[in-house]
């Protein structure tokens, strides 16, 4: 301790020898020295600065107080350790040692500290900046002894510095804030003169900030505002802030802008308001997309209102919020009605609409549900809905509903389903096929009905090829189709055609009808063929029969024109001869050879008349089914003799030899004797008729098992082969020249085939061809083989023998009356006449005849009705009464029976028949 407190002295000593070695050299006393050197203590003590000295070693050799505190050293602790113990310096940046400043000193003057960036670390770690400098302490012979370090610690100052800086920098950010601003912020003076203008002011109002500080700040306020800007001026006056305040500035070129303003008032010290800071936000944008709002509000609004759509909003609990009008007109609601509501009140159906509000509280959106509505007037309306949730921060806010009416639209679907039903079930009942075919991709479609019409399995999906259709159609009708659906691809028309097709299954030939009509898409190319079959086999064949029918019916109808000539002309023909025959009977007086012949001639043409309108009449009474046979067991040859006797004047004048070659054995046949006489003198007639004169004729009669076939052959024109299937239709003749014809009609063999049927048998002609003769053919079928005994036709020669009768003739046709009245006078009878009905009964009355020929139509009184009163008479029930008429009916017989008529008698009156009837009643 001691020796410390030497050390300490000695440079306590060294220090004053040194100031007083100064004081020394500056020849002062050295009492001034010592008085100099305590104030120099002092002095050094009292400077704000560290002063520390050393010797020419470094070591120190004084420190003042401050250097002390600086440290952490005293100065007696310090003395004559090196500086660089007693602190240390360190670079700033680097944190490495610094060279002992004192031994740098030494060498020459350094500055310490902010220059270098040294930092000075005391005993008590503290860092501390310092600043100052060391100088080299030298004798007056120059000699260094050493150095002197004066400095200061600047952590104080660095700190106030940093401060500085700080608030500098602070400033400065503020500064470009300002300036960087979007924001226009401008300064003005109460005097409204502008004082600072940034950049944003620059791009809102126009000008740069030269050309607007010092101009007063009406600059950019337009005129219609200024009173505006008084009111903010004097706002300001009072020291009001104005915040968002909304008007209009002018721009350098004149335009308007929107801004919104925060005005604040510019306060001195003292707090007097100096000025004004106004902050313009540009809000155009704002404004615009404000208004761009408001606009789509009002759409909106517009929209819901008006919407062709109903629409509705829900709430969370399922009240109605709100209605469009579209969604009131389609209920028939009013707004109060409707709006406030449930929802579901307006449902028919509970289900959907609870359904529809779960899913859409669940979140789901919900599309084209179908809904029926309750309508105020009490129908239903359906709708489709379609609805989603509006959530806001996953809260519920209302379910936002479109509402579209599909009432028509619903009904006319399903009128279009049954349209459809109908159509298949329509297209099932007429059988007609559908198919399409894709122009593009060649692939065709069938319907089930197609597959049925060509004979093809069906295939599931209705695919098929071209082919499947190309195939079956007849390959002469194929190319002749192709080309009308060319055509009609080309025209992209429809059209129509019929071709025939052969079954795939049973190779069946059918004819089809199709209907076609092409489908374009939306370039208008033909992109389909669409198009129907029909199988119309059965109507072609129709048509075909049809055709065949009109075309027999007009062929008859010819026929019958051509037989009404033929009818004529035969009529015609014997008249002329009976007439002439007239007049010789006058002029010969009835008497003598030539009356005789002219007589037999007029009585053969007489009976060929008669023959042809029998003829006519029967096959008028056959045709209507009017003929009823009277069937007995016959022999047959008898039956063929009665027709060759009647024949037999014809052959004889036609000078043919006829042939009859009958069985062994006789045949019998159920059959009516006339009418079956009557198919064999046909048949022999026509041999006659159809043969140059001298001709062979051959009747033979066969027995064929259980038929009997007769054959009459004979050698004339014979039949082209084409007309022997026509032969026996009614009216048919083959060579309708009336100079060539025979006398017929064209209904012989006609009767003939009628009358052999009735029989139960059939009649063929056979011929090899014209002038090879003909061959025809019957077949009856033959019952029995036992002898039948022949038949007893009395000779009609007895009838001469007669008895007079008293005969009343009574007719309307006098010529009748008369020519009647002749012959059964000369028979020997007593004759009386009458011409009407009432005659008739008087002359009945008066004349008491045994047998009255009464005539049915009659004047006054009609033949029935004479009859009955006759009858009623007393002498009424003894006369014979015979009717006379045209009808041989069985109605009409039966008819005559009922009037009291004893016997029928067909017109013309059969002689023959009469007299043999009068010689009965006289037996
Ligand atoms: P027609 O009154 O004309 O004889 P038919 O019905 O008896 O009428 O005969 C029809 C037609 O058949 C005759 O017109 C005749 O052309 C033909 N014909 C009938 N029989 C013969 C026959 N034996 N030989 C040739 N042709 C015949």
Redesign the pocket.
């Given at each position: 301790m001691a020796e410390n407190d030497d050390e300490e002295q000695r440079i306590r000593s060294v220090a004053l020898e040194n100031a007083r070695q100064i004081l020394t050299a500056r020849n002062s006393a050295e009492e001034n020295v010592r008085r100099q050197s305590e104030w120099l203590q002092i002095t050094l003590d009292s400077i704000g600065d560290a002063v520390i000295s050393t010797d020419a070693e470094g070591c120190v050799t004084f420190m003042n107080r401050v250097a002390e505190n600086l440290s952490g050293w005293t100065q007696n602790e310090a003395a004559g350790h090196l500086l660089d113990e007693v602190f240390q310096l360190i670079h700033e940046l680097s944190r490495q040692p610094v060279e002992n400043p004192a031994l740098r000193a030494i060498r020459g003057t350094i500055i310490l500290g902010r220059a270098n960036q040294e930092i000075l670390i005391g005993r008590d770690g503290v860092e501390r900046p310092i600043e100052g400098s060391a100088a080299p302490i030298k004798r007056d012979e120059g000699e260094i002894i050493g150095c002197v370090l004066v400095f200061r610690d600047m952590s104080d100052r660095q700190r106030l510095e940093q401060q500085v800086q700080k608030q500098l920098a602070g400033a400065r950010f503020l500064a470009s804030i300002v300036e960087s601003s979007d924001d226009a912020i401008v300064s003005k003076s109460l005097d409204g003169i502008i004082q600072s203008w940034n950049k944003g002011a620059q791009r809102l109002f126009g000008y740069t900030a030269e050309q607007a500080i010092g101009r007063h700040i009406s600059l950019i306020i337009p005129v219609d505002r200024l009173d505006e800007e008084n009111r903010i001026q004097s706002l300001l006056r009072v020291g009001e802030h104005i915040e968002h305040y909304e008007t209009i500035r002018q721009r350098s070129d004149g335009q308007r802008v929107d801004v919104s303003l925060t005005v604040s008032p510019i306060l001195d010290e003292d707090g007097v308001v100096v000025g004004a800071s106004k902050i313009a936000r540009d809000i155009t944008d704002r404004k615009r997309s404000e208004a761009a709002l408001r606009d789509s509000e009002t759409q909106l609004s517009d929209f819901f209102d008006n919407a062709t759509v109903g629409l509705h909003w829900v709430g969370p609990d399922g009240i109605i919020l709100r209605a469009n009008q579209t969604e009131l007109d389609l209920l028939g609601y009013s707004r109060e009605e409707y709006v406030g509501q449930p929802i579901s009140k307006f449902h028919a159906d509970q289900s959907v609409i609870g359904d529809i509000l779960k899913r859409l509280t669940s979140g789901e959106t919900i599309a084209n549900v179908e809904a029926p509505l309750c309508c105020k007037d009490g129908s239903i309306r359906y709708v489709l809905i379609s609805s989603n949730v509006l959530f806001r921060n996953g809260k519920f806010i209302h379910s936002r509903c479109f509402t579209r009416d599909i009432t028509d639209r619903k009904f006319a679907e399903e009128g279009l389903k049954e349209n459809e039903q109908r159509m298949r079930l329509a297209t099932e009942a007429t059988a007609v096929g559908i198919w399409e075919w894709n122009v593009f991709t060649g692939q065709v479609r069938w319907d089930a009905q197609m597959f049925r019409i060509y004979g093809v399995p069906a295939k599931p999906n209705g695919i098929v090829d071209y082919a499947d259709w190309s195939s079956a159609v007849l390959p002469e009708d194929l190319p002749r189709q192709e080309e009308i659906l060319q055509e009609t691809i080309r025209r992209l028309g429809s059209s129509s055609r019929e071709f025939r097709i052969r079954r795939v299954d049973n190779r069946e030939c059918r004819y089809i009808q199709c209907f076609e009509a092409v489908r374009t898409n939306s370039d208008g190319v033909a992109e389909w063929v669409v198009g129907t079959n029909l199988d119309i086999t059965e109507r072609k064949q129709s048509e075909e029969a049809l055709r065949r029918l009109a075309a027999d019916l007009s062929d008859s109808d010819r026929r019958k024109d051509e037989f009404l000539a033929t009818l004529a002309h035969e009529l015609r023909n014997p008249l002329a001869p009976i007439r002439n025959g007239l007049q010789v009977l006058e002029l010969t007086n009835n008497c003598g050879e030539e009356a005789e012949q002219t007589r037999k001639m007029m009585e053969r043409q007489l009976a060929q008349m008669i023959r042809l309108v029998d003829d006519l009449m029967d096959v008028s009474r056959i045709s209507t089914g009017k003929v009823e046979l009277q069937k007995k067991s016959l022999h047959l040859s008898e039956v063929i003799n009665s027709a060759v006797e009647t024949s037999r004047s014809l052959l004889e004048q036609m000078r043919h030899e006829l042939t009859i070659t009958l069985p062994e054995f006789p045949i019998v046949v159920e059959a009516d004797f006339t009418r079956l006489a009557q198919v064999f003198l046909?048949l022999l007639n026509?041999?006659a008729?159809?043969?140059e004169p001298g001709s062979q004729i051959r009747i033979t009669v066969e027995r064929q098992a259980s038929e009997v076939v007769v054959l009459v052959q004979?050698t004339?024109?014979?039949?082209a082969s084409d007309q022997l299937p026509r032969?026996f239709d009614m009216f048919?003749?083959?060579?309708r020249s009336l100079e060539k014809?025979?006398g017929?009609?064209?209904?012989?063999?006609?009767l003939v085939r009628r009358l052999v049927e009735l029989h139960g048998g059939s009649v063929e002609a056979k011929?090899e061809g014209f002038g090879k003769g003909?061959e025809?053919v019957v077949r009856l079928p033959a019952i029995m083989d036992t002898p039948v005994p022949s038949s007893e036709l009395k000779d009609d020669q007895q009838s001469n023998l007669i008895t007079p009768l008293r005969v009343l003739i009574v007719d309307d046709n006098r010529d009748s009356v008369t020519t009647l009245s002749m012959l059964l006078n000369l028979l020997g009878h007593k004759i009386h006449t009458a011409y009407d009905g009432e005659q008739a009964l008087s002359a009945a009355r008066e004349f008491r005849p045994d047998v009255i020929l009464l005539d049915i139509g009659l004047p006054k009184l009609n033949g029935y009705d004479v009859c009955r009163k006759i009858r009623e008479q007393p002498y009424g029930d003894r006369v014979v009464i015979i009717a006379q008429t045209g009808w041989g009916q069985p109605e009409s017989r039966q008819k005559t029976s009922e009037a009291g008529f004893d016997h029928h008698m067909v017109k013309p009156l059969d002689t023959n028949a009469l007299q043999k009837l009068l010689s009965d009643l006289n037996h």
């Amino acid at each position: 301790m001691a020796e410390n407190d030497d050390e300490e002295q000695r440079i306590r000593s060294v220090a004053l020898e040194n100031a007083r070695q100064i004081l020394t050299a500056r020849n002062s006393a050295e009492e001034n020295v010592r008085r100099q050197s305590e104030w120099l203590q002092i002095t050094l003590d009292s400077i704000g600065d560290a002063v520390i000295s050393t010797d020419a070693e470094g070591c120190v050799t004084f420190m003042n107080r401050v250097a002390e505190n600086l440290s952490g050293w005293t100065q007696n602790e310090a003395a004559g350790h090196l500086l660089d113990e007693v602190f240390q310096l360190i670079h700033e940046l680097s944190r490495q040692p610094v060279e002992n400043p004192a031994l740098r000193a030494i060498r020459g003057t350094i500055i310490l500290g902010r220059a270098n960036q040294e930092i000075l670390i005391g005993r008590d770690g503290v860092e501390r900046p310092i600043e100052g400098s060391a100088a080299p302490i030298k004798r007056d012979e120059g000699e260094i002894i050493g150095c002197v370090l004066v400095f200061r610690d600047m952590s104080d100052r660095q700190r106030l510095e940093q401060q500085v800086q700080k608030q500098l920098a602070g400033a400065r950010f503020l500064a470009s804030i300002v300036e960087s601003s979007d924001d226009a912020i401008v300064s003005k003076s109460l005097d409204g003169i502008i004082q600072s203008w940034n950049k944003g002011a620059q791009r809102l109002f126009g000008y740069t900030a030269e050309q607007a500080i010092g101009r007063h700040i009406s600059l950019i306020i337009p005129v219609d505002r200024l009173d505006e800007e008084n009111r903010i001026q004097s706002l300001l006056r009072v020291g009001e802030h104005i915040e968002h305040y909304e008007t209009i500035r002018q721009r350098s070129d004149g335009q308007r802008v929107d801004v919104s303003l925060t005005v604040s008032p510019i306060l001195d010290e003292d707090g007097v308001v100096v000025g004004a800071s106004k902050i313009a936000r540009d809000i155009t944008d704002r404004k615009r997309s404000e208004a761009a709002l408001r606009d789509s509000e009002t759409q909106l609004s517009d929209f819901f209102d008006n919407a062709t759509v109903g629409l509705h909003w829900v709430g969370p609990d399922g009240i109605i919020l709100r209605a469009n009008q579209t969604e009131l007109d389609l209920l028939g609601y009013s707004r109060e009605e409707y709006v406030g509501q449930p929802i579901s009140k307006f449902h028919a159906d509970q289900s959907v609409i609870g359904d529809i509000l779960k899913r859409l509280t669940s979140g789901e959106t919900i599309a084209n549900v179908e809904a029926p509505l309750c309508c105020k007037d009490g129908s239903i309306r359906y709708v489709l809905i379609s609805s989603n949730v509006l959530f806001r921060n996953g809260k519920f806010i209302h379910s936002r509903c479109f509402t579209r009416d599909i009432t028509d639209r619903k009904f006319a679907e399903e009128g279009l389903k049954e349209n459809e039903q109908r159509m298949r079930l329509a297209t099932e009942a007429t059988a007609v096929g559908i198919w399409e075919w894709n122009v593009f991709t060649g692939q065709v479609r069938w319907d089930a009905q197609m597959f049925r019409i060509y004979g093809v399995p069906a295939k599931p999906n209705g695919i098929v090829d071209y082919a499947d259709w190309s195939s079956a159609v007849l390959p002469e009708d194929l190319p002749r189709q192709e080309e009308i659906l060319q055509e009609t691809i080309r025209r992209l028309g429809s059209s129509s055609r019929e071709f025939r097709i052969r079954r795939v299954d049973n190779r069946e030939c059918r004819y089809i009808q199709c209907f076609e009509a092409v489908r374009t898409n939306s370039d208008g190319v033909a992109e389909w063929v669409v198009g129907t079959n029909l199988d119309i086999t059965e109507r072609k064949q129709s048509e075909e029969a049809l055709r065949r029918l009109a075309a027999d019916l007009s062929d008859s109808d010819r026929r019958k024109d051509e037989f009404l000539a033929t009818l004529a002309h035969e009529l015609r023909n014997p008249l002329a001869p009976i007439r002439n025959g007239l007049q010789v009977l006058e002029l010969t007086n009835n008497c003598g050879e030539e009356a005789e012949q002219t007589r037999k001639m007029m009585e053969r043409q007489l009976a060929q008349m008669i023959r042809l309108v029998d003829d006519l009449m029967d096959v008028s009474r056959i045709s209507t089914g009017k003929v009823e046979l009277q069937k007995k067991s016959l022999h047959l040859s008898e039956v063929i003799n009665s027709a060759v006797e009647t024949s037999r004047s014809l052959l004889e004048q036609m000078r043919h030899e006829l042939t009859i070659t009958l069985p062994e054995f006789p045949i019998v046949v159920e059959a009516d004797f006339t009418r079956l006489a009557q198919v064999f003198l046909n048949l022999l007639n026509n041999a006659a008729k159809y043969s140059e004169p001298g001709s062979q004729i051959r009747i033979t009669v066969e027995r064929q098992a259980s038929e009997v076939v007769v054959l009459v052959q004979d050698t004339g024109v014979g039949i082209a082969s084409d007309q022997l299937p026509r032969i026996f239709d009614m009216f048919s003749q083959v060579d309708r020249s009336l100079e060539k014809s025979q006398g017929g009609l064209g209904i012989g063999l006609s009767l003939v085939r009628r009358l052999v049927e009735l029989h139960g048998g059939s009649v063929e002609a056979k011929s090899e061809g014209f002038g090879k003769g003909s061959e025809f053919v019957v077949r009856l079928p033959a019952i029995m083989d036992t002898p039948v005994p022949s038949s007893e036709l009395k000779d009609d020669q007895q009838s001469n023998l007669i008895t007079p009768l008293r005969v009343l003739i009574v007719d309307d046709n006098r010529d009748s009356v008369t020519t009647l009245s002749m012959l059964l006078n000369l028979l020997g009878h007593k004759i009386h006449t009458a011409y009407d009905g009432e005659q008739a009964l008087s002359a009945a009355r008066e004349f008491r005849p045994d047998v009255i020929l009464l005539d049915i139509g009659l004047p006054k009184l009609n033949g029935y009705d004479v009859c009955r009163k006759i009858r009623e008479q007393p002498y009424g029930d003894r006369v014979v009464i015979i009717a006379q008429t045209g009808w041989g009916q069985p109605e009409s017989r039966q008819k005559t029976s009922e009037a009291g008529f004893d016997h029928h008698m067909v017109k013309p009156l059969d002689t023959n028949a009469l007299q043999k009837l009068l010689s009965d009643l006289n037996h």
